[in-house]
């Protein structure tokens, strides 16, 4: 996804590519940012005749909920499935993650919603929540939002309207599914951005995993879902094929009501970036739009209904 950072000083710099050119050899050519990641600087380096992404975080990410060790094994499962680039190494000091390079382009969400990528990417998933790897840190996005809705106020801004009851109602998403056996913690993804697909022409890579953390496998379903405007068909399309049998009531129900809670912490994401901006980037607008889509959900009604087919066992 994003976080905060601030530009890199020379001296960061400098010091990442020397350790670099000692563990892979001199640097080849210039140092090329890549498009892309509000949340880091990811620059396209050359050492020993390999091209590498060099990935350095911005500040104060631990106010995002990243925990950089997760990051870094959570590429690592994902590598050794097909599904992420190969980790090259990863430097504390100073800070940064490094994986060999993937040449391909961005899948736009038009794309994603392709049944055959849809296809691709719920299969990829599937193998990823399944591998069996234990993450050292929880994803839980209702406690993530109640994080940086404290941390907004804490900056003197008066939280959006609209908050409070979308809050009320994650909060009785996240009781309803907490008991569910489809819903116990598995490693995610957590950004399933159509920023973070890129296609090679033989397979979809799935890149920036700092949000990776063991969660419901079912917010990486509605996260990827609410991000790249599925439809009733594309939703049971994913479900599917993540299952590998027909969508039922209780799944759908639970995809979209993850959907809402993705929506809202993108939504906070937006307005917790917008308390000190450093970058050049419409925080506001980013956040008006998710909690626009909040409003989008449904009445009461629909509501209590979803999150009871939700709580069902069949």
Same mark, same amino acid.
């Given at each position: 996804?994003?976080?905060? &950072?601030?530009?890199?000083? !020379?001296?960061?710099?400098?010091?990442?590519?020397?350790?670099?050119?000692?563990?892979? =050899? !001199?640097?080849? =050519?210039?140092?090329?940012?890549?498009?892309?990641?509000?949340?880091?600087?990811?620059?396209?380096?050359?050492?020993?005749?390999?091209?590498?992404?060099?990935?350095?975080?911005?500040?104060?990410?631990?106010?995002?909920?990243?925990?950089?060790?997760?990051?870094?094994?959570?590429?690592?499962?994902?590598?050794?499935?097909?599904?992420?680039?190969?980790?090259?190494?990863?430097?504390?000091?100073?800070?940064?993650?490094?994986?060999?390079?993937?040449?391909?382009?961005?899948?736009?969400?038009?794309?994603?919603?392709? !049944?055959?990528?849809?296809?691709?990417?719920?299969?990829?998933?599937?193998?990823?929540?399944?591998?069996?790897?234990?993450?050292?840190?929880?994803?839980?996005?209702?406690?993530?939002?109640? &994080?940086?809705?404290?941390?907004?106020?804490? =900056?003197?801004?008066?939280?959006?309207? %609209?908050?409070? !009851?979308?809050? @009320?109602?994650?909060?009785?998403?996240?009781?309803?599914?907490?008991? &569910?056996?489809?819903?116990?913690?598995?490693?995610? &993804? #957590?950004?399933?951005?159509?920023?973070?697909?890129?296609?090679?022409?033989?397979?979809?890579?799935?890149?920036?995993?700092?949000? %990776?953390?063991?969660?419901?496998?079912?917010?990486?379903?509605?996260?990827?879902?609410?991000? #790249? @405007?599925?439809?009733?068909?594309?939703?049971? =399309?994913?479900?599917?094929?993540?299952?590998?049998?027909?969508?039922?009531?209780?799944?759908?129900?639970?995809?979209?009501?993850?959907?809402?809670?993705?929506?809202?912490?993108?939504?906070?994401?937006?307005?917790?970036?917008?308390?000190?901006?450093?970058?050049?980037?419409?925080?506001?607008?980013?956040?008006?739009?998710?909690? @626009?889509?909040?409003?989008?959900?449904?009445?009461?009604?629909?509501?209590?209904?979803?999150?009871?087919? %939700?709580?069902?066992?069949?």
């Amino acid at each position: 996804m994003r976080a905060v &950072h601030e530009e890199i000083s !020379p001296p960061e710099l400098t010091q990442a590519i020397a350790r670099l050119s000692a563990l892979f =050899g !001199p640097r080849r =050519g210039g140092i090329r940012p890549l498009a892309g990641g509000v949340s880091n600087r990811n620059l396209l380096v050359n050492f020993g005749g390999t091209d590498y992404v060099v990935r350095l975080p911005g500040k104060d990410t631990e106010l995002l909920g990243i925990d950089r060790e997760a990051e870094r094994l959570a590429t690592r499962r994902a590598a050794d499935l097909g599904m992420a680039p190969k980790v090259a190494a990863m430097l504390d000091e100073p800070p940064c993650l490094v994986t060999c390079y993937v040449e391909g382009e961005l899948l736009t969400p038009e794309r994603l919603r392709d !049944p055959g990528v849809l296809a691709e990417v719920a299969y990829a998933l599937r193998a990823f929540h399944d591998s069996g790897l234990e993450l050292p840190t929880r994803f839980q996005p209702y406690e993530l939002i109640r &994080h940086y809705a404290d941390h907004v106020t804490a =900056g003197g801004i008066e939280l959006p309207e %609209a908050f409070e !009851p979308a809050f @009320e109602r994650a909060g009785r998403i996240a009781a309803a599914l907490d008991e &569910h056996p489809e819903h116990r913690p598995k490693p995610t &993804h #957590n950004d399933l951005l159509a920023a973070n697909f890129l296609g090679t022409g033989e397979r979809v890579v799935l890149v920036d995993w700092e949000y %990776a953390g063991m969660g419901d496998p079912f917010f990486d379903l509605g996260s990827f879902a609410a991000n #790249n @405007e599925f439809g009733q068909r594309e939703e049971e =399309g994913l479900l599917e094929a993540y299952f590998r049998e027909a969508a039922t009531p209780r799944r759908l129900a639970a995809l979209k009501l993850l959907r809402f809670m993705s929506d809202l912490r993108e939504a906070m994401w937006g307005e917790l970036q917008g308390v000190a901006p450093k970058l050049d980037f419409d925080f506001g607008g980013y956040a008006r739009m998710h909690f @626009e889509r909040l409003t989008q959900f449904g009445d009461d009604q629909s509501f209590a209904r979803r999150l009871e087919e %939700a709580r069902s066992r069949d």
